[in-house]
């Protein structure tokens, strides 16, 4: 197939065979024979949907074993083409036989070949009929425009089959379907972006769907296309520079200059020459950018470059904008507008215009099937203060538009229809937490026996703030620099980080704030960075490691926290110390950094006080020193735990090792604090265990008195300390000091809980 006009006549061919045949089996081996001459392809085939049998059936095929054709069945989801019907999805791979997906049939003689495109044969109706593919020797994946031409014939078979009622169909599972999803399971896991309880109706957001919509079109005159196509950019251009403005009303960490690159996608002459060619080739404009906007973003998926595979995303959303601003897509705002207030939004991906758009609305809650915690998504709902979840894979499969559906921060479950009494139960639930938020709240943070306990709180974003003073929290004990770095798509310079770091301590007013040293790598990576291949990337070359070889990036990033130190109670901690050496060699580049501010302000600046994460056992084991040294120790307890253990925090096999609660590590919490209360410093607790309630008697007893924790679990943790007196945690210390598992230790400790009275 060398162009549209080609393209156009294997179109007509396919519908005036169907037209003209009599009956099913003819009409299909005509059209598989027609597709393989046409498009040059050595194998075409067309697999249709028994009901009666729950079973795919190969119908038609061009180049495979004929003898052999009538005993090829396979269940939906069975194979790359029971995959391609049971997910509604086209599949385009090289190398099908190394797909751990693939189902072989020998007699067909399929070995010589090197390459698979199935696409689904979509329906007129809201039923599906089967799958259509190709296969070659060639071993590439087919090229996109024999995708798109095989999924506009694809499509075309399936009206033509309804209208001469020859289909034999089922219900379509999967996404293809939105009217019959699968069967529910009652609950799904999910990662917890942001906590909270939602309770509520799903709108299902399907920005990711448009692109299906734009099929194989000609258009009759290039240069008029091509005037439709400059009008459209110009529209498109408009409302990027409103998405820019909104963004940065939105989200100050949120770097808007992501719509400066979309301004720019919008005047690259590759990018619109390429969409241009395409329209001289006879295709209309919103065929055309389709099919430019496909090729780039496989060009940029292919390099391995992370930031280039990174503004794929970009394209695409461009590429959307291209096509509303052309008239072709108008879901781009309306399917916004579905999104009403009191709804919950369920997507596989949500760009970042999706994010911007949805600003407008009153939404519950966010599910995404993809993303993470430094996703867009993830960000626009810290923002909104509603609970987000992310990494569901197949969620809106399950799902369709006014499912009743309740999300638990506290559990990460998300509750499909759930029944009555599950109902009744986050009722209950969602009244108690209104009265406590109408109530006059009690925010002292003391023992039973007087001891004051200070309680500030972990901050990735400004917008966390508002949360903190929700629950009475005036401190920010552990400010993670590196969020703000990880949700952007490049490095942030000094005036923008100085910009963002300011706010945040003039926000925390006397109280003050503590800001982390930027601390990447490892489970942390930054997209637009080339970290280089490592084996075990936790152990390697990230977080303080990284910025003592790379003073370009250590030092705009010294020069903005120092300048923030001069507005507040500032305090900078370094993580992921191993040696004390580092911390030295710390310490001289920051002396120099501030030396450097001095000359270029005339007069002197402050030195804020400098403090040592401990989370790596060598750290553990020179306390002392770091003691000696710093002017407070934090204590990790998330990666002293992991490090300690030896474990991977993320892998399941190996979860049960991680033991908060283990000798060992009770062991290494009295080590640390001794040498700190030796050395009259300051130590704080700022991983998850300070947000445990069960932890506190060690920390009491250990005379921790400075815990930064989770702002939601402020309440537990202050309802806790009431109830507990210093005296007799130390008590408890001494019991358990001699035990030798966690599961002693953690009974112990339930134990005394429970004797303990409530006040």
Same mark, same amino acid.
């Given at each position: 197939m060398s162009d549209a006009s080609t393209a156009l006549e294997i179109i007509r061919s396919v519908a005036q065979t169907m037209q003209e045949s009599a009956s099913t089996r003819p009409a299909l081996e005509a059209v598989v024979k027609l597709i393989s001459e046409?498009?040059?392809?050595?194998?075409?085939?067309?697999?249709?949907?028994?009901?009666?049998?729950?079973?795919?059936?190969?119908?038609?095929?061009?180049g495979l074993n004929r003898e052999r054709l009538s005993d090829?069945?396979?269940?939906?989801?069975?194979?790359?083409?029971?995959?391609?019907?049971?997910?509604?999805?086209?599949?385009?791979?090289?190398?099908?036989?190394?797909?751990?997906?693939n189902k072989y049939f020998p007699a067909l003689g399929e070995d010589r070949l090197k390459n698979f495109l199935g696409i689904p044969i979509p329906p007129a109706s809201k039923w599906g009929a089967g799958v259509m593919t190709l296969q070659s020797t060639e071993g590439e994946p087919f090229p996109s425009m024999v995708e798109d031409l095989a999924?506009?014939?694809?499509?075309?078979?399936?009206?033509?089959?309804?209208?001469?009622?020859?289909?034999?169909?089922?219900?379509?599972?999967?996404?293809?379907?939105?009217?019959?999803?699968?069967?529910?399971?009652?609950?799904? *896991?999910?990662?917890?972006?942001?906590?909270?309880?939602?309770?509520?109706?799903?709108?299902?957001?399907?920005?990711?769907?448009?692109?299906?919509?734009?099929?194989?079109?000609?258009?009759?005159?290039? *240069?008029?296309?091509?005037?439709?196509?400059?009008?459209?950019?110009?529209?498109?251009?408009?409302?990027?520079?409103?998405?820019?403005? *909104?963004?940065?009303?939105?989200f100050a960490e949120l770097d808007a200059r992501i719509f400066e690159a979309h301004e720019l996608m919008l005047k690259d002459e590759h990018y619109i020459g390429l969409i241009e060619s395409h329209i001289r080739e006879n295709l209309a404009a919103p065929f055309a950018v389709k099919l430019a906007t496909r090729e780039l973003v496989k060009s940029m998926m292919d390099t391995g470059n992370v930031l280039l595979s990174s503004r794929a995303a970009d394209l695409r959303d461009v590429g959307l904008r291209i096509l509303n601003a052309l008239g072709e897509v108008k879901q781009s705002k309306s399917i916004h507008d579905q999104a009403e207030d009191g709804n919950i939004v369920a997507a596989v991906e949500?760009?970042?215009?999706?994010?911007?758009?949805?600003?407008?609305?009153?939404?519950?809650?966010?599910?995404?099937?993809?993303?993470?915690?430094?996703? #867009?998504?993830?960000?626009?709902?810290?923002?909104?203060?509603?609970?987000?979840?992310?990494?569901?894979?197949?969620?809106?499969?399950?799902?369709?538009?006014?499912?009743?559906?309740?999300?638990?921060?506290?559990?990460?479950?998300?509750?499909?229809?759930?029944?009555?009494?599950?109902?009744?139960?986050?009722s209950r639930l969602l009244e108690d937490l209104g009265t406590r938020m109408l109530a006059v709240p009690s925010f002292e943070s003391v023992t039973r026996d007087g001891e004051q306990i200070h309680?500030?709180?972990?901050?990735?974003?400004?917008?966390?703030?508002?949360?903190?003073?929700?629950?009475?929290?005036?401190?920010?004990?552990?400010?993670?620099?590196?969020?703000?770095?990880?949700?952007?798509?490049?490095?942030p310079d000094e005036e923008t980080q100085f910009e963002i770091y300011r706010r945040v301590l003039e926000r925390c007013g006397s109280h003050g704030a503590t800001f982390r040293l930027l601390d990447v790598g490892g489970d942390k990576p930054l997209k637009y960075f080339d970290w280089g291949k490592e084996e075990n990337p936790s152990l390697g070359w990230r977080s303080i490691r990284m910025l003592l070889s790379r003073p370009d990036i250590l030092r705009p990033h010294l020069r903005a926290l120092l300048r923030t130190a001069q507005f507040g109670e500032f305090r900078l901690v370094i993580p992921?110390?191993?040696?004390?050496?580092?911390?030295?060699?710390?310490?001289?580049?920051?002396?120099?950094?501030?030396?450097?501010?001095?000359?270029?302000?005339? #007069?002197?600046?402050?030195?804020?006080?400098?403090?040592?994460?401990?989370?790596?056992?060598?750290?553990?084991?020179?306390?002392?020193?770091?003691? *000696?040294?710093?002017?407070?120790?934090?204590?990790?307890?998330?990666?002293?735990?992991?490090?300690?253990?030896?474990?991977?925090?993320?892998?399941?096999?190996?979860?049960?090792?991680?033991?908060?609660? #283990?000798?060992?590590?009770?062991?290494?919490?009295?080590?640390?604090?001794a040498a700190a209360h030796d050395a009259g410093k300051v130590v704080t607790v700022c991983g998850e265990m300070a947000s445990d309630p069960q932890a506190l008697p060690l920390f009491l007893a250990l005379g921790i008195t400075h815990l930064s924790i989770a702002p939601a679990a402020?309440?537990?943790?202050?309802?806790?300390?009431?109830?507990?007196?210093?005296?007799?945690?130390?008590?408890?210390?001494?019991?358990?000091a001699n035990l030798h598992t966690a599961e002693q230790v953690k009974d112990e400790i339930e134990a005394f809980l429970e004797s303990v009275p409530a006040l």
């Open positions: 046409k498009m040059d392809v050595d194998v075409c085939s067309i697999y249709l949907y028994q009901p009666d049998t729950n079973r795919l059936r190969l119908a038609a095929s061009e090829v069945t396979m269940s939906p989801g069975e194979g790359l083409t029971g995959y391609v019907f049971s997910r509604g999805e086209i599949v385009n791979i090289a190398n099908p036989s190394e797909d751990s997906r999924y506009t014939l694809a499509a075309q078979l399936g009206t033509l089959l309804e209208n001469r009622s020859l289909k034999s169909v089922s219900a379509l599972p999967g996404k293809a379907d939105p009217e019959a999803p699968k069967e529910a399971p009652p609950f799904v *896991r999910a990662q917890v972006a942001v906590g909270g309880i939602a309770d509520g109706r799903t709108v299902i957001l399907k920005t990711h769907q448009i692109w299906d919509t734009i099929i194989f079109t000609e258009c009759e005159d290039p *240069r008029v296309e091509i005037q439709l196509l400059q009008r459209a950019l110009e529209v498109a251009r408009q409302e990027s520079l409103w998405l820019k403005k *909104r963004a940065g009303e939105l949500l760009l970042p215009s999706d994010l911007i758009y949805l600003s407008t609305r009153k939404i519950l809650g966010i599910m995404c099937e993809t993303g993470g915690l430094t996703s #867009h998504a993830a960000i626009l709902a810290r923002s909104l203060g509603i609970p987000c979840f992310m990494g569901i894979p197949g969620l809106t499969s399950y799902l369709q538009n006014n499912t009743r559906v309740i999300m638990d921060g506290n559990s990460g479950l998300i509750y499909i229809n759930p029944d009555a009494h599950v109902q009744r139960e986050y309680l500030s709180g972990n901050l990735s974003l400004i917008s966390d703030l508002e949360l903190m003073e929700q629950y009475g929290i005036e401190g920010v004990g552990l400010y993670r620099s590196e969020f703000f770095f990880m949700i952007r798509s490049s490095f992921m110390l191993s040696l004390i050496t580092e911390f030295r060699a710390l310490k001289e580049q920051i002396q120099e950094v501030l030396t450097e501010l001095e000359a270029e302000a005339g #007069h002197p600046l402050r030195m804020p006080p400098i403090g040592a994460m401990i989370e790596i056992p060598s750290a553990m084991m020179q306390i002392r020193d770091f003691a *000696r040294e710093a002017d407070f120790l934090s204590i990790g307890t998330n990666d002293l735990i992991q490090y300690l253990f030896a474990i991977d925090r993320g892998n399941e096999r190996v979860a049960s090792y991680y033991q908060p609660f #283990h000798p060992a590590l009770i062991q290494a919490l009295m080590r640390i604090t402020a309440d537990a943790i202050r309802t806790a300390l009431r109830n507990l007196s210093v005296k007799d945690c130390k008590k408890l210390l001494g019991k358990i």
